[in-house]
């Protein structure tokens, strides 16, 4: 449903790891962990890990100035050729932070040819599109986990939006209208767009399919279906099987191309996704060389 990529955007999903299933032993990414700002609360977030909409808790990432991020990036690519994506994915919502666009803008300046890839939130995804395509992002994922309001407002506690606090449907109405008007216009613009859906039990399990019905008619790319990591007030939600998980994926795949090989990295992670060298010991870094 999307606009016909050009040869230079193919050549990107194609080198993607997340995008391309084929590309995720050949091809790896770096994140950038520049923004620590959220503007929402998720049930399932404890702020003192990074943002679950796209990372497993762990420690939370130690958050870099643009200028740091920059050399970061410079010592990786020179080490680990195969890095094809500079991505920035939190510890909080990249777009709720003026550090994303100065980062991207650095990274662009001096590696034209990178894929630079953002998670967000959606909720400032129209305003701040223009920001996102002027800096160069060219794949994008917003995490959508409903579609309804009824539903949606069970999953965030609130929202904080041109500086007042919403919760319960209202807030839930004005992050759904911005999450769906900011992805038809990023598909529009040309970005390939990728959204993460957390499957959570008795919640939004039913009704993951009606999300995957939509994102056709957007025109999105592909689809994660990720597990609930149970923490936060959902710390007493079970979260779903492997097996519950696939029954979804299925359901979901005639609408929308799914994507099973998330491995829900760190704000900081690095290499192949199978592979987060930054949770590795230099000596092991050395062993299996690279
Ligand atoms: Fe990072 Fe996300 Fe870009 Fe990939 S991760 S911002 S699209 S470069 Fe990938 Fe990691 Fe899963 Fe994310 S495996 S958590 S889907
Ligand atoms: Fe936490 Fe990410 Fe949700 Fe923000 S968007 S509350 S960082 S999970």
């Known amino acids: 449903n999307g606009p016909a990529f050009d040869e230079e955007l193919l050549r990107k999903i194609a080198e993607h790891p997340c995008y391309d299933k084929k590309a995720q032993h050949k091809y790896g990414r770096v994140h950038l ?4 700002k959220c503007n929402i609360q998720c049930n399932f977030c404890v702020r003192e890990f990074d943002c679950v909409n796209e990372s497993r808790p762990g420690v939370t990432s ?4 643009p200028q740091e991020a920059l050399e970061k990036t410079r010592q990786i690519l020179a080490d680990y050729p195969f890095i094809k994506v500079v991505a920035i994915a939190g ?42 395509l002027r800096v160069g992002v060219s794949t994008l994922t917003v995490t959508v986990n409903a579609i309804d309001p009824e539903i949606q407002a069970k999953i965030v506690d609130h929202i904080v939006y041109h500086g007042k606090v919403y919760r ?9 209208k911005n999450q769906l008007d900011g992805i038809k216009a990023a598909v529009d613009a040309g970005v390939v767009v990728k959204v993460n859906t957390v499957l959570i039990p008795g919640i939004n399990d039913k009704h993951v399919v009606e999300i995957a ?3 056709n008619e957007l025109g999105v790319y592909i689809m994660n279906v990720m597990p609930l990591i149970n923490q936060g007030a959902f710390a007493d939600i079970e979260p779903p099987t492997a097996e519950e998980r696939k029954v979804v994926q299925e359901a979901c795949e005639p609408y929308v191309m799914q994507m099973r090989h998330c491995r829900q990295c760190r704000a900081d992670a690095y290499g192949l996704l199978a592979q987060d060298m930054s949770q590795m010991s230099e000596e092991r870094r050395k062993v299996i060389k690279i």
């Open 62 to 65: 130690k958050v870099l100035a």
């Open 91 to 132: 510890p909080g919502d990249p777009l709720a932070n003026e550090a994303t666009f100065e980062t991207f803008e650095l990274i662009r300046k001096e590696f034209p040819e990178i894929t630079l890839c953002m998670s967000t939130n959606g909720l400032l995804l129209t305003e701040k599109l223009q920001d996102m």
């Open 33 to 36: 962990a520049v923004a620590p």
């Open 213 to 215: 019905r939509k994102l």
């Open 168 to 176: 319960g449907i209202e807030a839930a109405q004005i992050q759904i």
